[in-house]
């Protein structure tokens, strides 16, 4: 019997992330929510106001026996842009901040090693800007929320930012997908 993990992730707004992380074997779950919160429990629109310090974020829970915490942070690399600070495309503030957020040291010494390697491999031009922070709390986000991609596939959010990013992990990672997203 396998013993599942948690990874707690930011990077930019949490349907597109959700939207990623639900398609991999091994991921149990994908909860949206806020991150980091100065606020307990803050609802959307106070993490939109920038002044909870929370940041839009998932919580995977996973099972590193089918997808390591290697793994997961390779594609997170990989699906957003990590060298903008606070903004994700046309989503800007502190909230839309790239993070990872480690539960032990185990995670810390892979994010800080996966982040020196990403910035060695010289894939992006600009500086890694993601920020590796101890966990200190996640707050699910409001239920219209969850599974937003797949609940909304017509809204032109869904269209042109969400899709171009599904398609990407399709191709570049066939392989770690769930069945039904594999074919």
């Known amino acids: 019997m396998s ?8 990077g930019g707004c949490f349907w597109c992330t959700e939207a990623i992380f639900n398609r991999l074997k091994g991921v149990t779950s994908v909860v ?15 993490v939109c106001t920038g002044r909870t310090g929370a940041a839009e974020g998932i919580q995977i829970t ?12 390779e594609i997170f690399w990989h699906l957003h842009d990590p060298t903008t600070l606070n903004r994700q495309g046309n989503d800007v503030g502190t909230q839309y901040r790239s993070a990872i957020f ?3 040291d185990e995670q810390k010494q892979v994010a800080l090693a996966s982040k020196e390697a990403l910035e ?17 709390n996640f707050y699910p986000a409001e239920d ?11 809204q032109p959010y869904c269209t042109f930012i969400i899709d171009p990013k599904v ?7 066939r392989k770690d997908l769930k069945e039904e997203y594999a074919k």
């Open 102 to 104: 480690y539960q032990n």
């Open 62 to 73: 996973y099972d590193p026996s089918i997808i390591s915490y290697d793994k997961l942070l």
């Open 120 to 136: 060695k491999s010289g894939t992006y031009k600009k500086p890694v800007v993601t920020e590796i922070s101890p966990f200190t």
């Open 3 to 10: 013993q599942f993990e948690t990874a707690t992730l930011a």
């Open 32 to 46: 949206p929510g806020y991150a980091a919160s100065n606020v307990p429990n803050p609802s959307y629109r106070a």
């Open 167 to 173: 398609q990407k992990l399709l191709r570049e990672y």
């Open 144 to 154: 219209y929320h969850k599974d937003y991609y797949d609940n909304n596939r017509s």
